[in-house]
């Protein structure tokens, strides 16, 4: 299985820093699911210490919106990343709703992002291939074509942690699920 790593500046390694302005952003979305990470934040915490650990690595988002099904969407547009929290409180954007969240999925698009393989946004589908010859083309009737690229495969189907959307011919962006199964390749 694809290994996966974002780039991190020094300033980035201390936690309790949000992250710089020009730094370089890694994702790692293989190996044991306690260390998958977008930069140097953890994506398996405990519940109530998501989101918290989320500012701590990024600083404060620029906004919080509630989505569906006690969800809320945490943005920082400076840095082309939106990370979605789940809680089962009725204000999921609260900060009692955020103190009982755990996170429930990534969305990274800015141009600083990077895999450990060297994939980074705005990439051709070309490198894409080269880095991830495993990776292939999911198309669901009910989802966006996403390129898979860490999957682990289970009795009923495949688990995804992480995908490329592409767009004319580029990689746009990188989605990391919070670990959903697909259907069978």
Do not use: K, N
Request: aromatic letters at 8%; charged letters at 15%.
């Amino acid at each position: 299985m694809a290994r996966l790593v974002l780039t991190v500046a020094a300033a980035l390694a201390l936690a309790a820093q949000p992250v710089a302005a020009g730094t370089g952003l890694e994702i790692v979305a293989s190996g044991p699911r306690q260390q998958h990470r977008i930069g140097a934040y953890f994506v398996a915490r405990e519940p109530g210490l998501s989101y918290p650990a989320a500012v701590r690595t990024f600083g404060p988002p620029s906004a919080r919106v509630a989505g569906g099904s006690g969800s809320c969407v945490a943005r920082w547009p400076r840095l082309g990343l939106e990370m979605t929290f789940s809680s089962t409180t009725p204000a999921p954007c609260s900060p009692s709703g955020l103190s009982r969240s755990v996170w429930f999925g990534a969305i990274a698009s800015g141009d600083r992002w990077r895999t450990d393989r060297g994939l980074a946004i705005g990439d051709s589908l070309a490198t894409l291939r080269r880095l991830y010859p495993q990776a292939y083309l999911r198309t669901e009737p009910s989802r966006l074509p996403a390129w898979i690229l860490v999957w682990i495969r289970g009795e009923v189907g495949r688990t995804v942690y992480l995908q490329a959307a592409v767009r004319s011919g580029r990689v746009a962006a990188f989605e990391l699920p919070p670990g959903y199964l697909s259907a069978a390749h």
